[in-house]
């Protein structure tokens, strides 16, 4: 099934279907990996003001190079980040939630793109026998990832992914191309966190929220603990 929808991805991202993707999805993280180094190179030889002014236009750089077509949230990201540089000690959690907006808009416009362009099959989005069954067997490579790896390690975060990767799989999750969407925000949002850009418990939050969002009303209980 991965394979499948990868391979559907590449062909729209190659221009296939004509209409051009809302994001160059193979481009994120390399473009936001990017931005960091050059968020960090803000604050050399800059006053507040000049070193505020280098770290936003990063942001529009980024969305160039991730080819993102609706820039719409992005100046309300702009100004939220802003803000927060002029309040001493204010908390990072209004910006991190910003940027969250934003690019949580720009990967439901990714799923709507594939749900438009991919086949579909036919029947139920998952298969409801398997849940509980598939849920104890999250539980179980959960707490392996616990028992296995650091906490806020981006290892702790690969192994809960895929966790949640096979529990998609035990229960025949049919829209893979949202699997892949949530794939792609915990590795920026764990790739944050490894160069020291984002909060640990922001990175947790996050986790929490996007896997609650991918299995909404499966009755499914969350089982990231710490």
């Not at 193979?26 to 050399?44: F, G, H, N, S």
């Given at each position: 099934m991965r394979k499948a929808v990868l391979a559907g991805v590449s062909v729209l991202l190659l221009g296939g279907a004509g209409e051009a993707p809302p994001v160059d999805?193979?481009?994120?993280?390399?473009?936001?990996?990017?931005?960091?180094?050059?968020?960090?190179?803000?604050?050399?030889?800059?006053?507040?003001?000049?070193?505020?002014?280098?770290?936003?236009?990063?942001?529009?750089?980024?969305?160039?190079?991730?080819?993102?077509?609706d820039k719409t949230l992005l100046p309300t990201l702009e100004r939220v980040l802003r803000a927060e540089y002029h309040e001493i000690g204010n908390d990072p959690y209004p910006a991190a939630r910003a940027w969250?907006?934003?690019i949580d808009s720009v990967m439901h416009e990714e799923e709507a793109y594939m749900a438009s362009h991919l086949s579909r099959r036919d029947g139920p989005a998952y298969d409801a026998a398997k849940i509980g069954a598939a849920t104890a067997?999250?539980?179980?490579?959960?707490?392996?990832?616990?028992?296995?790896?650091?906490?806020?390690?981006?290892?702790?975060?690969?192994?809960?992914?895929?966790?949640?990767?096979?529990?998609?799989?035990?229960?025949?999750?049919?829209?893979?191309?949202?699997?892949?969407?949530?794939?792609?925000?915990?590795?920026?949002?764990?790739?944050d966190l490894m160069d020291s850009h984002a909060k640990p418990e922001m990175t947790a939050e996050r986790f929490n929220m996007l896997h609650k969002e991918l299995f909404k009303g499966l009755g499914y209980v969350d089982p990231h603990r710490y």
């Open positions: 999805v193979a481009a994120l993280r390399p473009a936001a990996a990017l931005q960091r180094k050059e968020i960090d190179r803000c604050d050399i030889g800059r006053d507040l003001e000049a070193s505020i002014d280098c770290s936003i236009a990063t942001y529009e750089r980024f969305a160039a190079r991730a080819k993102i077509k969250y907006r934003f067997g999250e539980h179980r490579a959960v707490d392996r990832c616990i028992q296995t790896n650091e906490l806020f390690t981006g290892a702790r975060y690969e192994c809960l992914t895929a966790a949640a990767r096979d529990f998609a799989g035990a229960i025949k999750f049919r829209d893979m191309y949202r699997f892949e969407s949530f794939v792609i925000r915990v590795q920026l949002e764990t790739d």
